[in-house]
């Protein structure tokens, strides 16, 4: 069975600081895809990356940053010079190759960047 | 171009009642996945519809059930309402039926009480 850890339940950062969301996954199907969700106070969940398990290169877009390694079965995120606009619910989820992209989610980590 | 709206955003209804939910894809989506998200933890997915069919079903009982229409649009009815049922409810779509490397798009979730 698939099942997503997020440990972190709530982080508390200054704006400025960098911030890292972790992640840790398990699955018995060699091809999965990874997602990470942000959810504001709104609760719609805004997508923000898909990473499938033959791309283990780590990708940087703006701000945010994913190191994925399937060694530690690990796919964390890291914000960058965080802004209080980035206080939200953080999840990582899961999608196994023949599950027709049914998603498991973790517990989320809530990130309360502070002014 | 509109995303994913779900209605209503709100509702109370009384253990033993009977609910409907409703979700519009986003344009040129046609597969809706509906999702459970009690207070403080990650979403729990319910089922998927594509094609007008029920494709994956989630851990849960045969009080929850759908219904999608051709114009891809869906509905989730639950039964015998308990207490438990209490949460978000939130509904996704994606693109592409049963293709697997798409990000799924969500609506900002109806929040039911049942008291």
């Known amino acids: 069975a698939q099942k997503v850890t997020q440990a972190q339940t709530e982080i508390s950062v200054v704006e400025k600081e960098d911030v890292t969301l972790d992640c840790v996954y398990e699955t018995r199907d060699t091809t999965y895809y990874l997602f990470w969700y942000k959810q504001p106070p709104s609760g719609e969940l805004v997508f923000l990356i898909r990473?499938?398990?033959?791309?283990?290169q780590n990708e940087i877009s703006g701000r945010y940053s994913w190191n994925f390694q399937k060694s530690t079965s690990s796919f964390n995120f890291t914000i960058t010079a965080s802004q209080v606009v980035d206080s939200a619910v953080y999840f990582c989820?899961?999608?196994?190759?023949?599950?027709?992209?049914?998603?498991?989610f973790g517990s989320g980590t809530q990130l309360t960047v502070l002014p | 171009d509109a995303g994913v709206t779900q209605s209503p955003t709100h509702l109370i209804k009384t253990r033993g009642q009977q609910v409907t939910l409703r979700c519009s894809p986003k344009s040129g989506h046609d597969t809706v996945s509906w999702y459970q998200q009690a207070l403080g933890q990650g979403p729990q997915f319910i089922f998927q519809?594509?094609?007008?069919?029920?494709?994956q079903r989630g851990n849960f009982p045969d009080r929850f059930s759908g219904h999608q229409f051709p114009n891809y649009s869906s509905e989730l009815n639950v039964n015998a309402l308990l207490l438990g049922d209490s949460a978000l409810y939130l509904c996704a779509s994606v693109r592409g039926g049963m293709i697997r490397n798409t990000e799924a798009f969500f609506g900002q979730g109806t929040r039911l009480t049942v008291v």
């Open positions: 989820a899961l999608s196994e190759a023949g599950s027709a992209r049914q998603l498991t």
């Open positions: 519809y594509y094609e007008e069919e029920e494709r």
């Open positions: 990473r499938n398990s033959f791309d283990e």
